[in-house]
């Protein structure tokens, strides 16, 4: 009884963090931010690319204009 508990915890912890890590927004392209759109960032890219991606609301608000991502986010 006590092996299927552990297993069961085991179980239910590895679904949790699979489903945090989901929730994450992933991380975008480096580049200069040129447009900021609520959660969205899009971004030029060294080869002359513009990508857009989803961030946090915190990288959201670092990332003005102009800045360089990732380095903005620190």
Same mark, same amino acid.
């Given at each position: 009884? +006590?092996?299927?508990?552990?297993?069961?915890? @085991?179980?239910?912890? $590895? &679904?949790?963090?699979?489903?945090? !890590?989901? %929730? +994450?927004?992933?991380?975008? !392209? *480096?580049? &200069?931010?040129?447009?900021?759109?609520?959660?969205?960032? @899009?971004?030029? @890219?060294?080869?002359? !690319?513009?990508?857009?991606?989803?961030? !946090?609301?915190? @990288? $959201?608000?670092?990332? &003005?204009?102009?800045?360089?991502? *990732?380095? %903005?986010?620190?």
């Amino acid at each position: 009884m +006590t092996r299927r508990i552990n297993a069961l915890a @085991t179980s239910l912890a $590895a &679904v949790a963090a699979l489903a945090l !890590t989901g %929730c +994450t927004p992933e991380q975008g !392209t *480096p580049g &200069v931010v040129i447009d900021r759109e609520k959660r969205f960032l @899009t971004v030029r @890219t060294d080869s002359d !690319t513009e990508e857009r991606f989803r961030v !946090t609301k915190k @990288t $959201a608000r670092q990332c &003005v204009r102009g800045a360089r991502y *990732p380095d %903005c986010t620190r």
